[in-house]
């Protein structure tokens, strides 16, 4: 049973693990497979062997699987679209070029509804990260030991970490919402200007136009207004990461019923095409709020209070 436990949690952790790249110092003390220690002699930069290796590497260490498929699946998309885009023809569309333009105009009219400003960035930003997003939450459908057992083999390596869902990892899902938050710092301040920007987080929501009121009001506001604005791009990475982790947790938890007789192996596989069927409801709803909450607040950083 001890065994068992200890296999079930191996597995476990062993999946939600990614391929880190980063240096380890000198001395450091590596616990190879077979249970040997090798000492490293100098700083070395290298694969993680082991999840603690993984967080000694610190801030620095790069998750290569989660950076490679990211970029992969983005140059997909814009590869797909751009081709589908040169040669779109005239008239009812058909297989591809049917799907791109439903997405396109299902984007363009959710922007519209939400998007009440001149900006010819914002329409295209939301199909990127609408589709970019899909595409990332749908390697979650992929059968958990697929990819990583093919990487295993090729590499020649049975330890080897390798998750295949870009968005069940924060750094991916939080890199994006920076950006978010970056370009809300952006375009409030070049629609708003500078003292536009001060005032909004000084004199809101409290403001009471006398300044020996106001005084006394600037820091409550302040705090308020600060905290409401770093919450946004946390909220929405987060939210992304938590809800891919859980379903990949779930799928993990299915994939080890398989390991079990044939009655549980029968059960696990009326689960799994039961969850899968559920979470592509899932991963299209993340990736539409994803978008969406962008998009609002885009228009929040636009909105400069003459058009009301």
């Known amino acids: 049973m001890a065994s068992e436990e200890i296999t079930t ?24 497979a077979d249970g040997s220690i090798t ?18 590497m610190g801030f620095w260490a790069v998750h290569l699987d989660s950076m490679g498929w990211s970029i992969a699946l983005g140059v997909i998309f814009a590869f797909l679209f751009a081709r589908v885009a040169s040669k779109a023809t005239v008239g009812v569309p058909t297989g591809v070029q049917s799907f791109v333009e ?6 363009d009219n959710t922007v519209k509804d939400i998007f009440h400003h001149r900006n010819t960035m914002i329409a295209p930003m939301a199909l990127t990260i609408f589709m970019w997003v899909f595409m990332m939450n749908f390697m979650d459908l992929i059968p958990v030991d697929w990819l990583p057992m093919a ?102 938890l299915i994939a080890l019923m398989f390991g079990g007789g044939a ?11 039961g969850w899968a069927v559920f979470h592509i409801l899932v991963i299209t709803l993340q990736a539409f709020v994803f978008m969406v909450l962008t998009t609002v607040y885009m228009a929040m950083a636009h909105d400069t209070g003459e058009d009301h």
């Open 39 to 56: 000492v490293l002699e100098e700083s070395t930069w290298t694969l993680a062997h082991t999840s603690q290796e993984a967080v000694d």
């Open 151 to 252: 990487a295993a083999k090729i590499a020649g390596n049975d330890h080897l970490f390798f998750k295949v869902v870009p968005t069940t990892d924060p750094n991916i899902t939080l890199g994006m919402a920076f950006a978010v938050f970056l370009l809300m710092l952006f375009f409030s301040i070049k629609e708003k200007g500078l003292m536009g920007f001060v005032k909004e987080l000084t004199l809101h929501p409290f403001h009471a136009g006398k300044w020996y009121v106001d005084i006394f009001l600037i820091p409550i506001n302040l705090i308020l207004e600060t905290v409401s604005l770093i919450a946004k791009p946390i909220s929405l990475g987060l939210r992304l990461f938590g809800n891919l982790y859980a379903g990949e947790m779930i799928f993990i």
């Open 9 to 32: 949690t191996g597995y476990i952790q062993h999946h939600l693990q990614n391929m880190a790249y980063g240096k380890l110092p000198a001395g450091y003390e590596r616990v190879n």
């Open 102 to 107: 439903l997405v396109v105009e299902f984007v």
């Open 263 to 273: 009655l549980l192996f029968a059960g696990a596989g009326v689960l799994q095409w």
